[in-house]
């Protein structure tokens, strides 16, 4: 069973441009997570979705966006990128409503913002 | 404010010895902990949970602790093997909560290095 996979691997972006990041869940899976780890600090959570709907945000200015597909793929958007928005990007995947939430997590993609 | 916490963050431990890796929270409505571990430049991988109504959980050389009055959690690894060595992430949700919120909430993980 393929797990969580994200694209792309590694992203350089200068200040100002938008990030498109991907990430597909494994099989089965509705909804996916997103979540910030920079540099020193520990994984922070950024967006929930489910079935096509956002269903929580973190702590991030708007400019942080995304959405989810029918098939459950999911995309984040970065608009605006300022220097501090490098770090890894991770996206899990779960099932949620069925009392297995337990979260599993793709390889991450790397944003360099230069 | 952050809610999960782990104050350590590097441990050494001989290869054969028990690694113990510790996990404090402030919220008392986490209902449900889990433990990753990341290597370097991949995903952090799932290794064990508990839920809040037990007080240990075993899988193998892992084993996880919960102490609810104290608000705390703890990761046993017995023996500890070279191939342990990772950063360790705890995580906590509020798998029980009236809004659904089941992100997890994480702390800034401890680097486990086992020592041949």
């Known amino acids: 069973e393929a797990g969580v996979t994200q694209s792309p691997t590694h992203l350089i972006k200068t200040r100002g441009q938008q990030a498109t990041l991907r990430c597909s869940p494994i099989s089965g899976h509705t909804s996916v997570y997103w979540y910030q780890q920079a540099l020193g600090l520990g994984l922070q959570f950024l967006l929930w979705?489910?079935?096509?709907?956002?269903?929580n945000r973190g702590n991030f200015p708007p400019r942080f966006s995304g959405r989810q597909f029918p098939n459950y793929s999911s995309e984040l958007n970065v608009n605006a990128l300022e220097l501090e928005d490098s770090a890894l990007y991770l996206c899990?995947?779960?099932?949620?409503?069925?009392?297995?939430?337990?979260?599993?997590f793709g390889p991450g993609t790397r944003l360099t913002v230069l | 404010d952050q809610q999960v916490k782990q104050n350590s963050p590097s441990l050494s431990v001989q290869e054969g010895r028990i690694s113990i890796l510790n996990c404090d929270y402030t919220n008392s409505m986490f209902d449900y902990f889990l433990w990753y571990k990341k290597y370097p430049a991949e995903g952090p991988t799932f290794l064990i949970s508990i839920s809040s109504i037990k007080d240990k959980n075993e899988d193998g050389r892992f084993t996880v602790f919960l102490n609810k009055s104290a608000k705390h959690l703890s990761l046993h690894i017995v023996p500890s093997q070279p191939g342990d060595s990772a950063v360790y992430f705890c995580?906590?949700?509020?798998?029980?909560?009236?809004?659904?919120?089941?992100?997890?909430?994480f702390g800034k993980g401890t680097k486990l290095s086992v020592i041949p």
């Open positions: 995580a906590a949700s509020l798998r029980s909560s009236g809004a659904g919120s089941y992100q997890l909430t």
């Open positions: 979705y489910d079935e096509g709907e956002e269903r």
């Open positions: 899990a995947s779960s099932l949620f409503r069925r009392g297995a939430d337990t979260q599993y």
